[in-house]
Nanobody, 118 residues
Framework: VQLQAYGGGLVQAGGSLRLACAAS????????MGWFRQAPGKEREFVSR????????YYADPVKARFTILRDKAKNTIYLQMNYLKPEDAAVYYC????????????WGQGTLVTVSS
């Protein structure tokens, strides 16, 4: 599975941004896809995930009620709609996929940078 993330950019605090991640290859093997982020000097952290088959969603507490993860199975693409962005949301965002529930994230896309100005 190959993942291509895009959509990052510069946004003012309180604004919105939508990230996308397109999957190709053996997408039928995916159990779920998700988003992680890594801010400078910090470890990579989980943001959100969505099961590929059923579309069940999960969110990290800091982004609940502000971020929405969506999937378009026809396009093999997931999206992360980010609203009410805060400066602490600034990070490189990575999409990932895995083939086993609760297993390791097998596949990673390149990061896309989100910058939030205060």
């Amino acid at each position: 599975v190959q993942l291509q993330a895009y959509g990052g950019g510069l946004v003012q605090a309180g604004g919105s941004l939508r990230l996308a991640c397109a999957a190709s290859g053996r997408t039928g093997s995916m159990y779920d896809m998700g988003w992680f982020r890594q801010a400078p000097g910090k470890e990579r952290e989980f943001v959100s995930r969505i099961t590929w088959s059923g579309g069940t969603t999960y969110y990290a507490d800091p982004v609940k009620a502000r971020f929405t993860i969506l999937r378009d199975k026809a396009k093999n693409t997931i999206y992360l709609q980010m609203n009410y962005l805060k400066p602490e949301d600034a990070a490189v965002y990575y999409c990932a996929a895995r083939t086993v529930r609760a297993g390791a994230w097998n596949y990673w896309g390149q990061g896309t940078l989100v910058t939030v100005s205060s």
